[in-house]
């Protein structure tokens, strides 16, 4: 049962211009919420995380909105560069779990 | 600070033949250990955690076990393995989890190790 879901396997942004990538849960208990990059062969790295009883968090070119009532979170990346060119995944946790419930990704290319 | 130490980097394996994946974490005392796959254009995919010595967690019945011999060492293992075993296996740690709120962290990967079974 995947509870995190990234339904776009795929996205293509020109330099300079907005990424949005996009995840989407089922369990309304999650209270928190990460985004991961990572390159290939190599092992995923934070980028940013957000608490479920906040619908904003910003850390330089990189923002998390996350839409409780919808159960959605989205991961924006302004401007977006060419070195952004990863595969980016969402994950979800519980306060007092142990687990980490990740996406199955977004290959995100940005061409210059 | 923390680092998390996974070997080997890749690793080709005849069918069949025993598997051993070992992961250390430093700078850190009571991790949470976690081993994941991600097999080709797949997700990651949770196979073992543990959140004590001795104290192991699976969540997908298969080929693999996993150990926790010392506070700061996880190890996966197999004792044959399969074609199906081929993937990207990285190890995971994160700070114990607390009951109090605002606490919690994310996890912090290696770099992993690329099987291909043959």
């Known amino acids: 049962d995947q509870q995190v879901k990234q339904n776009s396997p795929s996205l293509s942004v020109q330099e300079g211009r907005i990424s949005i990538l996009n995840c989407d849960y089922t369990n309304s208990m999650f209270d928190y919420f990460l985004w991961y990059k990572k390159y290939p062969a190599e092992g995923p790295t934070f980028l940013i995380s957000?608490?479920?009883?906040?619908d904003k968090n910003e850390d330089g070119r990189f923002t998390v909105f996350l839409n409780k009532s919808a159960k959605h979170l989205s991961l924006h990346i302004v401007p977006s560069q060419p070195g952004d060119s990863a595969v980016y995944f969402c994950a979800a946790r519980f306060y007092t779990g142990n687990q980490f419930y990740f996406g199955t990704g977004t290959s995100l290319t940005v061409i210059p | 600070s923390q680092t998390i130490h996974q070997w080997p980097a890749t690793l080709v394996q005849p069918v069949g033949s025993p598997l051993s994946l070992e992961c250390t974490v430093e700078?850190?005392?009571?991790?949470?250990l976690y081993w994941y796959r991600q097999a080709a254009g797949r997700g990651l995919q949770l196979l073992f955690y543990s959140v004590g010595i001795g104290q192991i967690s699976s969540e997908v019945p298969q080929n693999l076990s996993a150990s926790r011999p010392q506070d700061r060492q996880f190890i996966l293992s197999s004792k044959k393995l399969l074609l199906s075993d081929s993937g990207f296996y990285l190890c995971?740690?994160?700070?114990?989890?607390?009951?109090?709120?605002?606490?919690?962290?994310?996890?912090?990967f290696g770099q992993g190790t690329r099987l291909t079974v043959v």
């Open positions: 700078g850190t005392s009571n991790p949470n």
């Open positions: 995971a740690w994160s700070v114990g989890i607390t009951d109090s709120v605002g606490e919690n962290t994310e996890a912090f």
């Open positions: 957000i608490s479920s009883i906040k």
